[in-house]
């Protein structure tokens, strides 16, 4: 079984990359990325590289090398459908906001919009891999819709979870640590996996190829960022421990990651992680648990989401109680709103809950993102729904100049880690502030001697004193 056509339904932060990679590495299979969100496919098509919807390093120059050539970006879902080989869904699984399992579960109706789709248009037979993260065993449900279609028409399933981490995408795509392919154990189903072996075999070693059932591959998804999201949160609890003893996090993280069963990586301290994922996929892991009774289990993984959330709030208690227990009317600036750096994504970012916490304070709060647009930053707090849009406009003010943000202000909040925020001119900034003028450095990001040296009271997660 040859691909020579594939559609990715979802042109979001995991379809556009993964499909311009594999565009690029398969000048002869033809990609058509598809969605239903006409002005993110029209930003897709743009002739101006620094207007694709989705910024990462790289992305651009691959995007231009296969656009139009095999790499397609169209609203024209049923057609793609109808032309592929192979099929990719890739759309959006959020944490559910209504009925059985709200707050938890995740919401798979685009999942099911999506195997209607292709069960209406589809004349011929087709692999669906679910790129999406989704529960363990939704393949089985989309099966069942694909397979009552009453047309003749066969389907495989295969698994195909992702593994990119935003702001490095392109590098995690071109190199990845494993990709990993789920099927079914019949004849048809091992063609359906060499099917796809074949098209990652073009640039990903085949001993980085691992294939296994459905159900494992599906589980595996879960499995990977709940360890992930767990390490963040095992070092954040840590880096509470560290204030209060003097101990210093980053001393104790290095410490620890030499020894190699655990690893230096993800071991960073934060103000807490964000991301559209970790939260949402450990909710559902927390909600499959508690489906099957195991209510030890569920309890085991959400204490990882409640320490995410202490540490988003105690960050924001400590600038409140550090700036004489009152920042009603006193200017705090955020440099950085997205949820890591080198993305414009802003998905859980916890600059959105520091900032909440803090207007509810009646904090004036001033924010610099050097990649988050301002009307981005504005629909993050509005979608929280805590006050009035008009007020947040008022309380919240965005600006495209790290310094202006900065003037005038008591303190500084670092939210997210921008290598930029190394390179500012930190006298400057100091000699524009109210006084004692304060950083509070949610990422331990910045240089503390020479903070200090200029006069800065500057607070680092982490770091006891
Ligand atoms: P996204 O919200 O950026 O993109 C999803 C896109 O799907 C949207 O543009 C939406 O308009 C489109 N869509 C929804 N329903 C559709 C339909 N019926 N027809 C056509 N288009 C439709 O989401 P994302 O960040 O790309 O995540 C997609 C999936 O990948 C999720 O399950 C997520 O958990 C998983 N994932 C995400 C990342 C990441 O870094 N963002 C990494 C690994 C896995
Ligand atoms: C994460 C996983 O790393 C990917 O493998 C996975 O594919 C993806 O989720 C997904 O399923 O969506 P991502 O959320 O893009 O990727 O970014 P990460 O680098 O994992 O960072 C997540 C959050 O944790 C960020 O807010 C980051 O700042 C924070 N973090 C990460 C820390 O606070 N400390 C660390 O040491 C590492």
Same mark, same amino acid.
């Given at each position: 079984m040859k691909t020579t056509k594939i559609c990715c339904i979802g042109a979001g932060y995991v379809g556009g990359p993964t499909m311009a990679v594999i565009a690029q590495k398969c000048p002869n299979i033809k990609v058509t990325v598809v969605d239903i969100n006409e002005s993110r496919i029209n930003a897709w098509n743009d002739a101006d590289l620094n207007k694709l919807p989705v910024f990462e390093p790289g992305l651009d120059s691959i995007v231009k090398e296969a656009r139009g050539r095999n790499l397609f970006f169209s609203t024209d879902v049923d057609t793609a459908i109808d032309e592929a080989d192979m099929i990719f869904i890739s759309v959006n699984t959020p944490t559910k906001t209504y009925g059985k399992g709200k707050g938890m579960a995740a919401d798979l109706k685009y999942i099911e919009?999506?195997?209607?789709?292709?069960?209406?248009?589809?004349?011929?037979?087709?692999?669906?891999?679910?790129?999406?993260?989704? #529960?363990?065993?939704?393949?089985?449900? =989309?099966?069942?819709?694909?397979?009552?279609?009453?047309n003749g028409v066969k389907f495989q399933i295969l698994s195909n #979870?992702?593994?990119?981490?935003?702001? /490095?995408?392109?590098?995690d795509l071109?190199? #990845?640590?494993?990709?990993?392919?789920?099927?079914?154990?019949?004849?048809?189903?091992?063609?359906? =996996?060499?099917?796809?072996?074949?098209?990652?075999?073009?640039?990903? #070693?085949?001993?980085?190829?691992? /294939? /296994?059932?459905?159900?494992?591959?599906?589980?595996?998804?879960?499995?990977?960022?709940?360890?992930?999201?767990?390490?963040?949160?095992?070092?954040?609890?840590?880096?509470?421990?560290?204030?209060? /003893?003097?101990?210093?996090?980053?001393?104790?993280?290095?410490a620890i990651g030499m020894d190699s069963r655990i690893g230096p990586k993800f071991l960073k301290a934060s103000v807490g992680f964000g991301g559209s994922c970790f939260q949402k996929d450990i909710l559902n892991l927390v909600y499959i648990a508690?489906?099957?009774?195991?209510?030890?289990?569920?309890?085991?993984?959400?204490?990882?989401?409640?320490?995410?959330?202490?540490?988003?709030?105690?960050?924001?208690?400590?600038i409140v109680r550090t700036l004489y227990?009152?920042?009603?009317?006193?200017? =705090?600036?955020?440099?950085?709103?997205?949820?890591?750096?080198?993305?414009?994504?802003?998905?859980?970012?916890?600059? =959105?809950?520091?900032a909440d916490n803090l207007l509810n304070e009646q904090a004036h709060v001033a924010v610099y993102d050097p990649k988050v647009k301002e009307e981005q930053i504005y629909a993050d707090m509005d979608y929280l729904n805590s006050r009035h849009s008009v007020e947040n406009r008022a309380l919240l003010k965005v600006n495209s100049d790290p310094y202006e943000v900065c003037k005038d202000a008591h303190a500084i909040a670092v939210l997210t880690e921008w290598d930029e925020f190394n390179t500012y001119d930190w006298q400057n900034i100091y000699e524009n502030m109210q006084k004692p003028a304060f950083v509070f450095d949610g990422r331990g990001l910045l240089n503390h001697k020479e903070l200090e040296e200029i006069g800065f009271i500057y607070y680092k997660i982490g770091r006891g004193t």
């Open positions: 919009l999506c195997a209607r789709q292709i069960a209406k248009v589809a004349k011929e037979n087709k692999i669906v891999v679910e790129k999406s993260t989704l #529960p363990v065993r939704t393949a089985s449900a =989309i099966k069942n819709i694909l397979d009552h279609t009453g #979870p992702e593994f990119l981490a935003e702001g /490095t995408a392109v590098q071109l190199k #990845p640590d494993r990709v990993l392919i789920g099927g079914d154990t019949s004849e048809e189903g091992e063609q359906a =996996i060499k099917a796809l072996v074949d098209i990652y075999a073009n640039w990903v #070693p085949k001993d980085k190829i691992l /294939t /296994t059932n459905v159900w494992s591959s599906e589980l595996s998804k879960l499995t990977a960022n709940a360890f992930l999201a767990q390490r963040v949160s095992s070092i954040n609890a840590m880096s509470v421990i560290c204030e209060k /003893t003097g101990a210093d996090i980053k001393e104790v993280s290095k508690k489906s099957y009774g195991l209510n030890e289990v569920a309890d085991y993984w959400e204490q990882v989401i409640l320490m995410n959330d202490h540490q988003k709030n105690r960050f924001s208690d400590n227990n009152t920042v009603s009317g006193k200017k =705090i600036a955020f440099l950085g709103w997205a949820f890591k750096k080198d993305t414009n994504d802003t998905r859980e970012s916890a600059a =959105i809950k520091v």
